[in-house]
């Protein structure tokens, strides 16, 4: 069962702040993120293996809440190259989300 | 990060047809291989998960006598779309990681399949 995702879209201004939520009816062993481009691959941005686990780099982060059922993606000052579709995963079966596409717009 | 390449890129083929996408790991050894299709503006669904040395593990829904999976050796798995179709145009990619579920997973650059 793949996890679900929100919002589906979000539009932002350059230097705006936006999360986006993954869940899961049943625990994950882990979740992992990914950013894809129109017509690229999609490109792995952090896993989180822990309960309670925060992480991040730059100005990109996310947790994953104790339950391991729940994991949100921060994107905190949002830069232009920031546009695309995210996608959260459980690793342990490699299953998406439905996406989340990000704008960021001047 | 590790490379994942895959090829071709884009491909066009007539109905009926067999068509090869190829999915090389560069610098790492691949023990598990995903394979996802991906309609425009939507999520990658998962077709199948492939260990080497084993058959493919296909999701419900996907043919596996259509869409023939081989993963002969640690960095090379093989898609063979069987017979194409026009409904069988779409994005292809893989995926591969080196380790277990702790571990990130690299995807290639996909295939764009056109079946005429």
């Known amino acids: 069962q793949q996890p679900v995702q929100s919002p589906q879209a979000v539009i932002l201004r350059e230097g705006e702040d936006a999360v986006i939520n993954c869940s899961s009816s049943?625990?994950?062993?882990?979740v992992h993120w990914y950013r894809q481009k129109h017509g690229e691959a999609p490109v792995f941005l952090m896993i989180?293996?822990?309960?309670?686990e925060q992480k991040g780099h730059d100005k990109i982060s996310a947790s994953f809440n104790e339950k391991k059922q729940q994991s949100s993606l921060y994107l905190t000052a949002s830069q232009l190259s920031y546009s695309g579709t995210y996608f959260c995963?459980?690793?342990?079966?490699?299953?998406f989300g439905a996406g989340t596409r990000l704008t960021v717009k001047p | 990060g590790a490379v994942v390449s895959q090829h071709p890129s884009r491909v066009i083929c007539k109905s009926g047809t067999s068509v090869k996408i190829e999915c090389r790991s560069l610098?790492?050894?691949?023990?598990?291989m995903f394979w996802y299709r991906q309609f425009p503006k939507q999520s990658l669904m998962l077709m199948a998960t492939?260990?080497?040395?084993?058959?493919?593990?296909?999701e419900q829904g996907v043919e596996k006598d259509k869409f023939l999976i081989n993963h002969a050796s640690l960095t090379l798995s093989t898609l063979t779309v069987t017979s194409a179709h026009p409904e069988d145009s779409s994005f292809y990619i893989c995926?591969?990681?080196?380790?277990?579920?702790?571990?990130?997973?690299?995807f290639g650059q996909g295939t764009r399949l056109t079946v005429v």
């Open positions: 995926s591969a990681r080196e380790g277990g579920a702790n571990t990130e997973a690299f």
């Open positions: 049943k625990a994950l062993y882990s």
């Open positions: 989180l293996l822990k309960g309670g």
């Open positions: 995963g459980s690793n342990n079966d490699m299953r």
């Open positions: 610098d790492f050894q691949a023990t598990t």
């Open positions: 492939s260990n080497e040395g084993s058959k493919a593990t296909y």
